[in-house]
Every structure is written in C-alpha cells, then in structure tokens.
C-alpha cells in the first residue's frame, strides 16, 4: 500500500499534518504490514511535522519497527537527510531519558 501525503494534508510543516499521516500509517503498524509514504510533491519537513508523524509512530511502535514496515518514497536527498537526522536525535534522546 502507498500513502501519498499530499492526498492526506497540505503540506510537511504543521504537527495537524504530521498527525493525519501518522493515523493513516497506524493500522499497517499495528498488523505488522509494509506501508509505503510517497513525498512527490512535498517541500521541506519541519520538526514539527516530524513529531506529528514519525515522534508519534516511534513512541507508539518503537523506531525498529517504524523503520521496518514503514518506507519511505519519491523523497529529496534533504529529505532523507532530515529523516535520518530526526531518527538519530529521536534515539539520543530516547538513550538519555
């Protein structure tokens, strides 16, 4: 299954935004089934984004399991790096508390 972002929010920049991907994502996390997220058409992703949908899925599911059945696609190397920067600190932070 593919969600496409752009079908479910206006944008990347907004938690609200983040939040309707996350809820959309949820169920295939919860039956442990494979869910693409296609980025074609996004911009930039804020942190705030971010917290609505990966802080979300990574406090609910765990980052192993986030990373196994969600992939992502269509995304731009600024993306990828933002997503990898915001799983890195997700983690330090999570080895802090």
């Known amino acids: 299954m593919?969600?496409?972002?752009?079908?479910l929010a206006p944008g990347t920049f907004?938690?609200?935004?983040?939040?309707?991907?996350f809820k959309e994502v949820e169920p295939?996390?919860?039956?442990a089934q494979e869910v693409r997220v296609?980025?074609?058409g996004t911009g930039g992703l804020s942190t705030s984004f971010?917290?609505?949908?990966?802080?979300e899925a990574f406090d609910r599911f765990g980052v192993e399991k986030v990373k196994s059945y969600v992939k992502?696609?269509?995304l731009s190397t600024a993306?990828?790096?933002?997503?990898?920067?915001?799983?890195a600190q997700y983690l330090e932070l999570k080895n802090r508390a």
């Open 2 to 7: 593919t969600i496409s972002i752009l079908t």
């Open 14 to 21: 907004d938690y609200s935004d983040g939040f309707a991907v």
């Open 28 to 31: 295939y996390l919860v039956s």
């Open 38 to 40: 296609d980025y074609h």
């Open 50 to 55: 971010l917290n609505g949908f990966l802080g």
């Open 72 to 74: 992502m696609a269509r």
């Open 79 to 87: 993306q990828a790096d933002m997503l990898r920067r915001y799983a």
